[in-house]
Every structure is written in structure tokens, then in C-alpha cells.
């Protein structure tokens, strides 16, 4: 925990990098960084108090790289602060990523990636916007009134085999040629769901 603490950076990095360590900053002041915070590998990141991040180049939460523990992404958690993607963030060993209702994901043309190393990785989100949504397999994705953009390989939704993804009242927004989801073999459900700017809707391969 930083109480009251003043981080002085040196212009191209970050005041906070925590790697899935459980991190409070409560009344800091962070000037002269990239972001005020990078955040990778889950545990937690809790801001309090009167935190003054505004001589950063970027006051939000920086977010990338793997996750191989659970977290959740919160605006409770950040006052209010957006998570930017700064790469791709890859969920991993059985890990679940939460996203809570209006978080705000500025994705930067990156996304999340559910990775079944070490064993099958989930994502629950509600109501948040976010990049594309991508699987290797055998994972599971929730996505409820959430807004995806982008694409990874031409799909903003990727699933394969033995995944199981249910999109409820979701927005898909294509980049224009390719698919809105492209299922190889996994389980996909959409319940109520607008897909646009796509050369198709589904495309669908290899069963499930």
C-alpha cells in the first residue's frame, strides 16, 4: 500500500507496474510516466482517496500481457478510470477475468485472448465495451449488453473447439470485411444481439 505517496517517473515509463501482487494507492500523486498504473498477471489494484495522476501522459490504467491468476476490472476499483490495452491481454490457467457493468476498455486495436494453457480460462463481462473477444478453445465467454469492436483474424468474436460463448443483448462492430463471430467447432449462443459492419453475421466450420 502507497499512502499519500509522491512517484516521480522519468517520462516513458510507468509510476506503478504490478504483476499480480494486490496494490492500494490511497492519496498519491504520480507525475512524469507513461500511465500512472500497469496492470498484468491478475491479484488486485484498489485507488482511494485523493489520488492526483494528472501530470501523467495517459491518467488511466494500463492493461496488457498475461493473466494467469483471476482479477476483476472495476471502475470502483480505478475512481472511475478507463483500462487501456496497451497489448493484448491473454487469460490463461484457469484464470477468470470479471469486467463490471460501464467499465470502459479503450482496446487500441488489441482485445482478450483465452488461452487453455494450464487449464481453461474464463471471461465474464457485463455491460462494458471491449475490444474483439478471441479463443483457443475449451473456455468460456459471458458477455452480457457489452460492445466489441475490432477484429482478430477479420472476426471480432473468435471461438473454436469444445469453447462455450454466450453473447446476451451485445453490439458487434466489424471492421468491415470479415465476421462479426467466427465459431470452428465451439458452442456459440446470441441472444439478442446487433452485429454490423461485416461481411457476415456468423461463420460457422468444423461443427459444435
Known amino acids: 500500500m502507497l499512502f499519500r505517496s509522491v512517484l516521480q517517473g522519468s517520462g516513458s515509463g510507468n509510476g506503478v507496474s504490478n504483476s ?6 490511497d492519496g ?14 491478475g491479484g488486485s489494484l484498489q485507488l482511494s482517496g485523493s489520488n ?16 494467469g491468476s483471476s482479477a476483476a476490472w472495476s471502475g470502483s476499483f480505478t475512481q472511475s478510470r478507463a483500462y487501456r490495452l496497451t497489448s493484448e491481454v491473454r487469460v490463461y490457467n484457469g484464470a477468470t477475468l470479471t469486467i463490471a457493468p460501464g467499465v470502459q476498455v479503450q482496446w487500441g486495436g488489441y482485445g482478450i485472448y483465452l488461452w487453455a494453457s494450464g487449464g481453461f480460462a474464463h471471461l465474464v463481462a457485463t455491460g462494458a465495451a471491449l475490444g474483439y473477444v478471441r479463443s483457443d ?6 458477455l452480457t449488453n457489452c460492445a466489441l469492436t475490432g477484429s482478430w483474424s477479420g472476426s471480432t468474436v473468435t471461438a473454436n473447439g469444445g469453447d462455450v460463448m454466450v453473447l446476451s ?19 456459440v449462443t446470441l441472444d439478442g ?4 459492419g461485416c461481411l457476415y453475421p456468423v461463420y460457422w ?3 459444435g
Open 52 to 67: 492526483n495522476f494528472t501530470g501523467c501522459t495517459n491518467d488511466m490504467v494500463a492493461v496488457g500481457g498475461s493473466w
Open 193 to 196: 444481439c446487433t452485429i454490423s
Open 137 to 142: 478453445g475449451y473456455c468460456t465467454a459471458a
Open 28 to 41: 498519491c500523486t504520480i507525475s512524469g510516466c507513461l500511465y500512472p498504473v500497469y496492470w498484468s498477471y
Open 205 to 207: 466450420s468444423y461443427g
Open 20 to 25: 499480480g501482487g494486490s496494490v492500494t494507492l
Open 169 to 187: 443483448g451485445c453490439v458487434l462492430q466489424g471492421s468491415g470485411s470479415g465476421n462479426g463471430v467466427s465459431n470452428s467447432g465451439g458452442n
